[in-house]
């Protein structure tokens, strides 16, 4: 929860940082920018640094940007803030956290590239990059200490995800693409993302076909059991066909590649 005080600074209550996947707008816009230092018990009295934004990012007094020492970042619902590159963000060498949803943004930052320390990236409900964005072309290029990746309700399809996508994030511990419009599951996907334990991609019209053969033997392959633990009832088919409702592990094989051939 977050209250705001007469000054305009948010209040945070302990709870608040606990009981969700993800921090959402826990801190008062009344005035922007704002900085908001917490340190609560359970994080052993570390500083948490929260800074949200109204509007396009501005300098600070010094011309150069903001302090350098934030590590809760959230631009979040600014839906004019369109890009993020070549500003003060790229300095923010210990932020752990960026929060960036429904921004508008067209194409995924480079300045993430930038971010060393950088564990959770929270990019959903930016439909721009499904609509008229290039979605994730080649790797994605960013911190490779993320943990935690989100870009549900970005309406990606697809030919907008590259089978290399996800290359590049050996640290990746969570995956959110819910509720876009991707209708093929890739078994490539997984080929470097050795630590991932959460894959939550419901909502997309999943069509059990032949192209879906590769991700029924990765999710079937003995050798692999997190592969199995972790994909396991995740891609229910939606296709019109009498399979439909029924998730692809449960479709035969000779069917699948009967179907869409």
């Known amino acids: 929860r977050a209250g705001s005080s007469d000054s305009g600074r948010a209040i945070l209550s302990q709870d608040s940082l606990h009981g969700s996947r993800r921090i959402r707008k826990v801190v008062s816009n009344r005035v922007a920018p704002s900085f908001f230092i917490i340190s609560p018990p359970h994080m052993g009295g570390y500083p948490f640094i929260f800074l949200t934004v109204s509007g396009h990012p501005t300098p600070g007094p010094n011309g150069n940007g903001f302090a350098k020492y934030l590590t809760y970042i959230d631009f979040g619902y600014n839906r004019n803030l369109t890009g993020l590159d070549g500003t003060w963000l790229q300095n923010q060498t210990e932020v752990t956290n960026v929060v960036a949803e429904s921004i508008g943004i067209k194409i995924v930052p480079n300045v ?22 290039p979605g994730l072309g080649g790797d994605f290029i960013v911190s ?5 990746l989100a870009l549900d309700l970005c309406l990606l399809k697809d030919d907008q995800i590259s089978l290399n996508a996800f290359n590049s994030l050996p640290a990746l511990q969570t995956l959110i693409l819910d509720a876009n419009r991707l209708t093929v599951p890739k078994a490539r996907y997984f080929q470097n993302l050795v630590n991932l334990q959460t894959l939550s991609w419901d909502s997309n019209p999943w069509s059990c076909d032949c192209e879906s053969v590769p991700f029924v033997w990765l999710l079937t392959d003995s050798r692999d059991i997190n592969a199995r633990r972790l994909l396991k009832s995740t891609v229910q088919c939606s296709n019109s066909s009498s399979y439909a409702g029924a998730y692809v592990e449960q479709v035969p094989i000779h069917d699948l590649e009967a179907i869409g051939d």
């Open 144 to 148: 490779n200490s993320l943990q935690e």
């Open 112 to 133: 993430f590239s930038n971010l060393p320390q950088l564990q959770t990236l929270i990019l959903g409900q930016n439909e721009n990059l499904g609509l008229s964005g």
